[in-house]
Each structure stands twice: as C-alpha cells, then as structure tokens.
C-alpha cells in the first residue's frame, strides 16, 4: 500500500551525515600523534635497555597507531554521500575498520605471548631496568592523556571503542612494565621481564575477542543493544488505527545509525477514508519518543495481505 519513512530520513546518511566515529574525529588525531610519539621512544628505549616487555608495550602501541589511523580514514569514508549502488553511502566501511582493529589485536597478543614465554623461560641479555621505568612512566602519562580524550566517544563508536580498549592496554602494559623495572633493579630478578610481557599479551586478547564479537553483531545484522523488538511492537500496535506489525527488522548499519523497518496492518476502513498518513505520523512520533532509532521505514498495508506474502514474517 506505501512506504513511510521514520525520523531521520534524508538527513541521516548524507555527506554531513557525523557518525559516531566522525563526531570525536579531532580527538583520534591527537590520539594518533601522541601514540606515534610514545611508539618511537619505547622502541628505542628497548632496545637501549635490552627489555622485551618495553618491546612488547612498542608493539602495542604500533597496532593502536594503525588502529587509529584505519579509523580516522574510515570515518571520513563514512562522511561520502549516498548513491543508487551504495544507498547507505561508505557508513559501514567503520565496522569493516573495527574488524580489522580486532584481527590485528589477536595476532598482536599472540607474538607478544609466545616472546614473553620464551622470555621468562630463558632470560638472556643485561636489562638497563633504569632507563626501561623512565621510558614506560612516559608511555604510562601519554597513555592516561589519550584515556582522557577517548572516554567520551567509547560509548557511541565501536572505532572508538577499539582504540579506547587498545590505549586501555597499552596503559596497564605500561603500568606492568614500570613493576617489572621496579623489580629487576631490586632484586636483579630479569625473568620479571618475560612475565611482564606475557601479562601485556594476556591483557590484550580478551579485548580484541570482545571488539570482534561485536563487529560480528553488526555484521550479523543483530538487534541493536537497547532495542527490545517485542516493546517496540507493543508500542506500534498501541497507535490508534495499527491491528498487527509484522516484517519488523532492526539492525545498525554503523556505530550510532541503527535502522528499523517493518510492515504495518492497519484497519481497512482509515485506508479507505485516506488516513494512512495519520497513522503513519503517529508511529514516527510514537518511535521517536520512546526508541533511539535513527532511520524507520514502514509499509501500511491492509490485515488481509499478510498471507500474499511468501513467507512467514516475525
């Protein structure tokens, strides 16, 4: 019988469209440069100091540079305007982003694992534990700042999150870096080292599980967190004029623009006195005031077309 389109529609997914990532864009950047800086100054303060876990802590911080880096282009991606072949425009080039953030995490969590192991197991080369704390202090201030400048944006982004999650590592590896130079130079204990770097590698792989669970669930086209699809419905069928929703899909197409669309019966006799458009505009309020929805298409159809359809809808 017709589409209608919810709140959101024709402004969501145009060039000035902020994503979630675009909105903390500026922040990225200084993430980025300040994680670049304190990259370079941890590899050459391992390898000055001959400390595996300074090195470990460096190798982290690479992953989150190009975490950020990935991020930052996807997001100005995400900003393209929409055309007849991709009608969502590039948004979803930040989930594919996210994705590779994880990847990256896991094989970075992996190395780090297996160095620190062999590390532990066969301590070889003097530790300079002097220089190796001056160095990780550093890495841990820098890191606190970027916390800082992130906190905002985790919530809203997955991209953001990631880098979040990422510079989150790098300031507990940091933290255990400190410890084990604390150690080494108090007890000459160098094992301290390799046992430090398995811990930054045990830190980092949960994180990128969890951030690949999630690009999955957008991928997988999920139901956004915080949407209960059966509330949603009750609500539909609570509008005057709505006997029945069916065909109700939600899911996100990026971090922040959930979707939602969905076929509504409504009684034949307000389609025959033309009041389709009322009840449409009732559920754009309806869902506007009660769910975060970004964009909403419905169908208005009459109760008796449900069975011309192919297949059963829920």
């Known amino acids: 019988m017709g589409h209608a389109h919810g709140p959101g529609h024709g402004h969501a997914h145009g060039p000035g469209a902020g994503t979630a990532t675009g909105r903390h864009r500026r922040r990225l950047v200084v993430v980025l440069c300040v994680t670049l800086a304190v990259m370079v100054l941890e590899l ?17 911080m690479l992953t989150d540079a190009s975490g950020v880096a990935v991020a930052l282009w996807a997001s100005w991606l995400a900003t393209r305007p929409t055309t007849a072949v991709r009608t969502f425009g590039w948004q979803r080039a930040e989930i594919l982003a996210a994705l590779a953030n994880g990847l990256v995490l896991g094989v970075v969590a992996v190395v780090v ?10 301590p070889t080369g003097e530790v300079r534990p002097g220089l190796m704390i001056a160095v990780a202090l550093v890495g841990l201030l820098a890191n606190g700042v970027n916390l800082r400048l992130l906190h905002a944006g985790q919530a ?8 979040y999650l990422e510079v989150l590592g790098d300031l507990l590896g940091s933290a255990a870096v400190v410890v084990a130079g604390v150690v ?14 398995v811990l930054i590698g045990v830190m980092i792989a949960p994180r990128a599980w969890s951030l690949l669970r999630d690009v999955v669930a957008v991928l997988l086209e999920q139901t956004p967190p915080g949407v209960d699809l059966d509330e949603v419905r009750r609500h539909m069928t609570g509008v005057p004029g709505v006997v029945g929703v069916h065909d109700l899909h939600a899911w ?17 006799e307000r389609l025959a006195r033309g009041e389709g458009t009322e009840v449409l505009r009732a559920l754009r309020t309806c869902l506007a005031g009660h769910f975060d929805v970004e964009h909403s298409t419905f169908q208005v159809e009459p109760p008796d077309m449900r069975g011309d359809e192919p297949a059963a809808h829920a």
Do not use: C, K, Y
């Open 44 to 60: 050459v303060g391992a390898l000055l100091a001959g400390s595996v876990a300074l090195l470990a802590d460096a190798g982290h």
């Open 113 to 122: 694992l297996v160095e620190g192991v062999r590390r532990t197991l066969d």
């Open 156 to 163: 809203e982004s997955l991209n953001v999150r990631g880098a």
């Open 184 to 197: 080494i130079a108090t007890t000459g204990f160098e094992r301290a080292d390799g046992i430090a770097s």
């Open 252 to 268: 996100t197409i990026t971090s922040g623009v959930p979707v939602l669309s969905a076929h509504v019966e409504v009684e034949p």
